[in-house]
């Protein structure tokens, strides 16, 4: 099990949404590159990256970011937020980033997402967020009728990196993730999930660390000091 430091970039900036709310926005970090060093030093090798700004708008808004973080760390880096063509995806993984998460296109066209993962096996990632159980897509403004356990099992056979799932009600909120969400997507799916959202103790670290997950995302919690990012390695790695 690894743990994900998270950088959410907005117009360049590391920042955080409290519950996907884009009128909600922590400010943290005027240099996400910095950032990245940093969380290099102090033990990490994966980067958990969001491209707000795309996922709100489709596309690509903060390329150069990451290319910088590329450049001057040795991470490796899963990037999420308006990735939504094949060309878009061949684009990121040219650049050396790691795994590439597709979240609003994967519900909205299965047939292409199915293609792509079979195209680039083990580098994709279904990002699956969830409003009250259900796929939310749009950089979470839109909810869909399609529920987790719906898009999981369409999925849960093909050669994905993994599923990273959120309970956007948790996110950025350092009230605990949804253990129990989590856990049952955990156990019935054979794609290796990494759980995301809400973590706000060393407590809810050692909780997930005894589900069957491949990786913990945290977030606010670190850049508000709630823990360092080595405590929580030293309790994955036990």
Not at 21 to 37: G, S
Not at 104 to 127: C, M, N, R, S
Not at 215 to 221: C, D, F, L, P, S
């Amino acid at each position: 099990m690894v743990i994900l430091p998270a950088i959410d970039l907005r117009d360049g900036k590391c920042v955080r949404l409290l519950q996907g709310d884009y009128d909600r926005q922590i400010d943290y970090h005027d240099d996400p590159v910095a950032q990245a060093r940093d969380f290099e030093q102090q033990g990490a090798r994966w980067l958990h990256v969001v491209d707000l700004d795309g996922a709100l708008h489709g596309g690509h808004y903060n390329v150069g970011v990451l290319e910088l973080i590329k450049k001057n760390t040795s991470l490796n880096i899963e990037l999420g937020g308006g990735v939504r063509t094949g060309a878009s995806v061949k684009a990121l993984l040219d650049t050396q980033i790691t795994r590439v998460i597709i979240g609003t296109k994967a519900l909205e066209e299965p047939d292409w997402f199915e293609k792509l993962v079979h195209d680039y096996p083990h580098k994709i990632v279904l990002g699956l967020d969830a409003r009250d159980g259900r796929v939310a897509t749009r950089g979470w403004t839109s909810t869909s009728e399609t529920t987790i356990a719906d898009m999981a099992g369409i999925v849960n056979n093909w050669p994905l990196a993994a599923i990273i799932y959120t309970d956007i009600a948790r996110d950025g909120m350092l009230t605990g993730p949804n253990i129990e969400s989590t856990r049952t997507l955990a156990e019935n799916c054979q794609v290796p999930v990494i759980a995301s959202g809400g973590v706000g103790s060393l407590d809810d670290i050692r909780k997930l660390s005894q589900l069957p997950l491949a990786g913990i995302i945290v977030g606010r919690a670190l850049y508000e000091n709630k823990f360092t990012l080595p405590e929580a390695l030293a309790i994955v790695s036990t």
